[in-house]
C-alpha cells in the first residue's frame, strides 16, 4: 500500500509539471509568432539604410567622420542580449560563452585591455547574473527590454549607444545577439556596430551608381542623420531576432520536457499498476491462506 | 496630370505607403521640397514634420517624423522612424507627450536628456499639427 501511495503522488507531481511546461510552449509559440512578421519591415528598411550609406561611403567627399576612424587601442563597449528568464535551453548559455570568450581575451594580457577600457551592458537579465557570477559587473543593465522588443527601447538603447560614443567614452561598440535563422535559434554572432567600415557593407546592393547622386546637403551631413537611423534599425532588428530565437529556443526545450514527461507518466503508470496488482494478488493470497488453518 | 512614379515609404515597424504617386512634399533642413518625376537623383535628410502626398491628382497630408530621402531614377524611397495618417494619429497620447516634455525641458536636465526629449516634443507637436489641419479641412 505504501508503495502504490508513493508512485500516485509522483504521478501527481509530474503531472503538474507537464502542464507548466505544456502551457510554457504554448506561450512560447505564440510570441514567436508575433514577432516574427514584424521582422520582414525591418529588414526591408535596414537594407535600405545600408544601401545609402554604402553609396556614400563610396563617395570620395566624405573624408574622415567620427563615425568611421578606427583607434588601434581601441576602448571597446559590449552590448549582451540574452533572455530575462532561463529554461530555453542553451539558448542564454551559448550567448555567454560567445560573449565571455570575447571579453576574457579582451581584458587578457594579450588582449592589451584592462577593465576600464572596457563596457559590458547586458540586456537581459540572465546575462546580469551571469556576469556577475563571473566576476565581471556590467556597467549597465536593461531588464525587462528583452521580453519587449519594441522600437522604442532600441531607440533608447541606440541614443545611449551614440552618447557614449559621440563623448569619447568608448571607441568601438560591438552587439552580441543571437540570430534566428530559418525557424530555429542560429548561432550567437558578435557584431561591430561602431564605428562602420565600407567592408561591412560589402555585400549590400548600392541603389544607383554613386557617382551619380546628388547631395543637396554634403555626404557628411547626410552620414549624421543616417548613423542613428542605421543604429536604431540595427538594434531593433537585433532585439527582434534574440526575441524570436530565445521563444523558439523556449519552445523547443518545453515541448522535449513535455515529451518526457508523458514518456514519464507512461512508465509511473505501468508501475502504479503492477504494485496495485501485486498488492491485490498479495492480499487475496493472505485471505485463501487464512481459510485453511 | 504629372506623370506618376513608385514612391515608397517605410518605418522600422512597417511599409507605410508603397505605390505610385505624382509628387511628394517634405521638409528638408533647409525648406520644402517637392518631387515630381524624373528628379536628378539625390539623397537629402528629412525633418520632423509632415508629408504631403499626391495620389491620383489628390494632395494628401500624414505626419513624418525624421529620416532620410533618396530619389532614383526608378524610385522615391523615404526612410523614416514613424509616419501617420492623420486619422491614425492618437491625438490625447500626442498632447500628454507635448506637455509631459515641455514641462521637462523646463527643468535643467542633462544634454541626452535634453535631445531626446527635444526630439520627442517635435514629434508631437507634427503630430498634433497634422491632425489639426485634417479638422480645419472638413
Request: net charge positive.
Given at each position: 500500500m505504501q508503495k502504490t501511495n508513493e508512485i500516485r503522488r509522483r504521478i501527481g507531481a509530474v503531472e503538474e509539471t507537464r502542464k507548466i511546461t505544456n502551457a510554457m510552449h504554448l506561450v512560447a509559440s505564440a510570441r514567436a509568432k508575433k514577432v516574427i512578421p514584424k521582422m520582414?519591415?525591418?529588414r526591408r528598411f535596414l537594407d535600405q539604410v545600408q544601401a545609402v550609406i554604402k553609396d556614400i561611403l563610396l563617395s570620395p567627399h566624405l573624408g574622415d567622420h567620427p563615425y568611421?576612424?578606427?583607434?588601434?587601442?581601441?576602448?571597446?563597449?559590449y552590448l549582451v542580449v540574452s533572455g530575462d528568464k532561463g529554461m530555453a535551453g542553451s539558448y542564454n548559455s551559448a550567448v555567454f560563452q560567445l560573449a565571455y570568450r570575447e571579453i576574457r581575451e579582451k581584458l587578457s594580457a594579450r588582449g592589451g585591455g584592462n577593465r576600464q577600457n572596457l563596457s559590458l551592458i547586458t540586456i537581459g537579465m540572465t546575462g546580469d547574473e551571469f556576469f556577475r557570477g563571473h566576476g565581471i559587473v556590467p556597467d549597465e543593465q536593461l531588464g525587462g527590454?528583452?521580453?519587449?522588443?519594441?522600437?522604442?527601447?532600441?531607440?533608447?538603447?541606440?541614443?545611449?549607444?551614440?552618447?557614449?560614443?559621440?563623448?569619447?567614452?568608448?571607441?568601438?561598440?560591438?552587439?552580441i545577439y543571437t540570430p534566428y535563422k530559418n525557424g530555429m535559434a542560429g548561432e550567437p554572432i558578435c557584431h561591430r556596430i561602431l564605428p562602420l567600415r565600407l567592408s561591412d557593407f560589402l555585400d549590400v546592393n548600392e541603389?544607383?551608381?554613386?557617382?551619380?547622386?546628388?547631395?543637396?546637403?554634403?555626404?557628411?551631413?547626410?552620414?549624421?542623420?543616417?548613423?542613428p537611423q542605421y543604429l536604431v534599425s540595427y538594434i531593433f532588428g537585433a532585439?527582434?531576432?534574440?526575441?524570436?530565437?530565445?521563444?523558439?529556443?523556449?519552445?523547443?526545450?518545453?515541448?522535449?520536457?513535455?515529451?518526457?514527461?508523458?514518456?514519464?507518466?507512461?512508465?509511473?503508470?505501468?508501475?502504479?499498476?503492477?504494485?496495485?496488482?501485486?498488492?491485490?494478488?498479495?492480499?487475496?493470497?493472505?485471505?485463501?491462506?487464512?481459510?485453511?488453518? | 496630370m504629372p506623370t506618376p512614379y513608385q514612391l515608397e515609404i517605410m518605418t522600422?515597424?512597417?511599409?507605410?505607403?508603397?505605390?505610385?504617386?505624382?509628387?511628394?512634399?517634405?521638409?528638408?533642413?533647409?525648406?520644402?521640397?517637392?518631387?515630381l518625376a524624373g528628379h536628378l537623383p539625390m539623397v537629402t535628410p528629412v525633418n520632423i514634420g509632415s508629408v504631403m502626398l499626391s495620389i491620383g491628382g489628390q494632395w494628401k497630408e500624414a505626419f513624418l517624423s525624421e529620416g532620410f530621402m533618396e530619389v532614383g531614377h526608378r524610385r522615391v524611397v523615404i526612410v523614416t522612424q514613424a509616419c501617420e495618417w492623420p486619422e491614425d494619429i492618437d491625438v490625447q497620447r500626442a498632447e500628454g507627450v507635448m506637455l509631459r516634455t515641455?514641462?521637462?525641458?523646463?527643468?535643467?536636465?542633462?544634454?541626452?536628456?535634453?535631445?531626446?526629449?527635444?526630439?520627442?516634443?517635435?514629434?508631437?507637436?507634427?503630430?498634433?499639427?497634422?491632425?489639426?489641419?485634417?479638422?480645419?479641412?472638413?
Open positions: 520582414e519591415y525591418n568611421l576612424i578606427k583607434h588601434p587601442h581601441a576602448r571597446r563597449t527590454v528583452t521580453q519587449d522588443p519594441s522600437l522604442h527601447n532600441a531607440r533608447q538603447i541606440a541614443l545611449d549607444v551614440l552618447d557614449r560614443f559621440d563623448q569619447k567614452q568608448t571607441d568601438q561598440v560591438f552587439m541603389t544607383e551608381p554613386p557617382h551619380a547622386i546628388h547631395y543637396p546637403y554634403s555626404e557628411a551631413e547626410v552620414f549624421q542623420y543616417l548613423v532585439l527582434m531576432h534574440s526575441y524570436a530565437s530565445e521563444h523558439t529556443a523556449r519552445m523547443l526545450a518545453m515541448q522535449s520536457a513535455t515529451r518526457n514527461a508523458d514518456e514519464m507518466l507512461n512508465k509511473l503508470r505501468m508501475e502504479y499498476n503492477l504494485a496495485r496488482q501485486a498488492a491485490v494478488t498479495q492480499e487475496i493470497a493472505e485471505i485463501t491462506s487464512a481459510v485453511f488453518i | 522600422p515597424e512597417r511599409s507605410f505607403f508603397s505605390g505610385l504617386a505624382e509628387g511628394v512634399t517634405v521638409n528638408t533642413p533647409d525648406g520644402q521640397i517637392t518631387v515641455r514641462e521637462k525641458l523646463r527643468q535643467q536636465t542633462s544634454v541626452r536628456e535634453y535631445r531626446t526629449n527635444k526630439i520627442a516634443l517635435a514629434r508631437a507637436m507634427a503630430r498634433l499639427r497634422v491632425t489639426h489641419t485634417q479638422q480645419y479641412n472638413k
